[in-house]
């Protein structure tokens, strides 16, 4: 029939024709979504496990075949589209490496682009159906939340697969009552099914599947058990099985990975003389309870560890670094994988990965790269045993630098704890749970000298990050019912899992001030940011200058002379200063801001600025011995984004010469990118570092010194401490020292081997500090 244009209409026809439902086709309206016409002719699903109904690999049937999507340039904008094409009102996250195991078949989209407005997945930009260079292992996945849109309801969503799946695994201890330590290492094996949980027929149970059941529970390893003893209890006992034939190979990252059937709900024989599977975990170091786990991994050898995790909020998470050759690097994320992640995640005393991160999810690191396109089997004890490529700087960078979360052991100290009073539930006065054998009862902390390092503990036992502040008076929160002072005297050094691994001062307590006005409080964030400083700029910048009395009258109100300029002829004489640049990266993943708001600043006449920070930076010059012969400090004169790095995240040379004319500290802020600069303290500005930029102290400005007037001739380590009073918070503090090997013989100084604190092994800091007027040029 030949198509009628709109055109040809009269405007009595068209009018009628747009009262008529049946104009030109036109279906009748119905309580249905309309059905997209981008979406015509494709079916969208979730697959793979383990997983819930609203999560999953993507899916896509077109012309009667299903496909995936390569996770290329995948963004949650996209993952919002797909949601809604699945019927979900929009997406929570999303997932990449084939977290949800690898598909088959096509790969429909690669490098999928879209705002994450359009109303089809097929308005996005791409290379194209069908063309891709991925492969299965980069299969995409995403997130939903658990809210189907109104309505709707077509061929064109979801297909729930309908065979069962293993949703979650514990051990369930088989003698004993009342309280338990926690975690349960040993008992019988049961799997969450949609009706309930059910034990594991026993029958061709080894070790492999042991291996698995451990690692998805957060050990890192299994042990024999008595199978005798527990049959023995299960003929005493009612059971029901809901698995069996379980076979694993044992590098399997969950059990619904493994070869195993379900028995059918018609089945009145289950595990016909067989008994419920039992599997002993062995904890790793930081969980170990009992005397015999501690007593057994004392027992190992205890040998300097070549890997650990950076910049994780929460523990058995972060960045991967290596040691090689003393010094710690990265690793490329090429090829990376769950089964290379749970080498490291176990190598570490956690149990099997729950996720392999790339694109430097975990934040940046710096220095070296160490390695790249790791291939582990999943079997190796260390991350150095897989095959993998040494690479040069040209090969990878930061901004691919792999991740890992792993599964950790369930311990229930977020039970012991608990904020109230707060705005929200990251935020509140901490109450903990004391009673012992006794009655359990809730009570306050004392907020004497609690601070940052406290507060990351509890917010890292609550699960809830990092700490943004630990606040000592909490009077603007509600109290509620709970009014007795119960804990005083906390102190920690902020690496502890739980309160009661820090110090204080136990059934006694002791409060300066009392009142519940006076108890301690924190305020938690997913969030932090983390200072490194700029070790070889010092190094290259540092040098000695003679300045007249009389042009130091500013610095020394600021108190950054020695204590003898008290008693110098003034304003005669001279200081002699070591002077030098200092270059402050915000690596962290938010910006670093002030813990003090803008009322609060002092405002210094003298040298023309507010100070945000009293104290900004330690510098220090030391013996070997590590007497302090010389100090100074920096109060924060301005925190504000010198340059700003677009892209991958890294020390940029920023020219200064030694000697250079002098320029105010806010002459010197010429970013590269000025749409990342947020803060400048020009007008009272706000001030801070945003993530991915840094603050340049120039070597010219007063108080970017230490007065080393009384210093004699020798051998000394240049120490220079970011943040020394963790005023604010930061991701890590580990990394906030830096280190020189520093010789002066009275007229000169060698300023060299500067490195951060934590970027050399133990044993090279131990030759370091043992040598400090060793003049090797390493620059690091």
Known sequence: MRPVSIGQWSPWGLLL???????????????????????????????????????????????????????????????????????FTEATGWTHSAKYGPGTGRIWLDNLSCSGTEQSVSECASRGWGNSDCTHDEDAGVICKDQRLPGFSDSNVIEVEQHLQVEEVRLRPAVGRGRRPLPV?????????????????????????????????????????????????????????????????????????????FYRANDTTRCPGGAPAVVSCVPGPLYAVSSDQKKQQQSKPQGETRVRLKGGAHPGEGRVEVLKASTWGTVCDRKWDLQAAS????????????????????????????????????????????????????????????????NLPYTGVETKIRLSGGRSPHEGRVEVQIGGLGPLRWGLICGDDWGTLEAMVVCRQLGLGYANHGLQETWYWDSGNTTEVVMSGVRCTGSELSLDQCAHHGTHVACKRTGTRFTAGVICSETASDLLLHSALVQETAYIEDRPLHMLYCAAEENCLARSARSANWPYGHRRLLRFSSQIHNLGRADFRPKAGRHSWVWHECHGH??????????????????????????????????????????????????????????????????????????????????????????DIDCQWIDITDVKPGNYILQVVINPNFEVAESDFTNNAMKCNCKYDGHRIWVHNCHIGDAFSEEANRRFERYPGQTSNQII
């Open 17 to 87: 024709c747009l009262l008529c439902s049946s104009c030109l086709g036109s279906p009748s309206p119905t309580t249905a979504p309309e059905k997209r016409a981008g979406s015509q002719g494709l079916r969208f699903r979730l697959a793979g496990f383990p997983r819930k109904p609203f999560e999953g690999r993507v899916e896509i049937q077109r012309a009667g075949e299903w496909g995936t999507i390569c996770d290329d340039d995948f963004t949650l904008q996209a993952a919002h589209v797909l949601c809604r094409e699945l019927g």
């Open 185 to 261: 290492t040993e008992g019988l094996v049961e799997v969450r099914l949609p009706d309930g949980w059910s034990q594991v027929c026993d029958h061709g149970w080894s070790a492999q599947n042991s291996h698995v059941v451990c690692g998805m529970l957060g050990f890192p390893g299994e042990k024999r058990v008595n199978t005798a003893f527990y049959r023995l209890l299960a003929q005493r006992q009612q059971h029901s099985f809901g698995l069996h034939g379980v076979a694993c190979v044992g590098t399997e990252a969950h059990l619904s990975l493994c070869s195993l059937e």
């Open 343 to 406: 080498v490291v995640c176990r190598e570490l005393g956690f149990g099997s990965a729950r996720e392999a991160l790339s694109g430097a999810r975990m934040g940046q690191g710096m220095g070296a790269i160490h390695l790249s396109e790791v291939q582990c089997s999943g079997q190796e004890p260390s991350l150095w045993k897989c095959p993998h490529k040494n690479i040069t700087a040209e090969d990878c960078s930061h901004s691919q630098d792999a991740g890992v979360r792993c």
């Open 610 to 699: 507010y100070h945000s920070m009293d104290i900004f930076t330690h510098y220090d010059i030391l013996t070997p011995n590590g007497t302090k012969v010389a100090e100074g400090h920096k109060a924060s004169f301005c925190l504000e984004d010198t340059e700003c790095q677009e892209g991958e995240l890294g020390f940029k040379r920023t020219p200064v010469s030694p000697v250079p004319p002098a320029l105010p500290h806010t002459d010197m802020c010429q970013s590269l990118s000025d749409v990342s600069k947020r803060y400048e303290c020009a007008n009272f500005g706000e001030q801070g570092i945003t993530v991915g930029c840094w603050d340049l102290y120039r070597h």
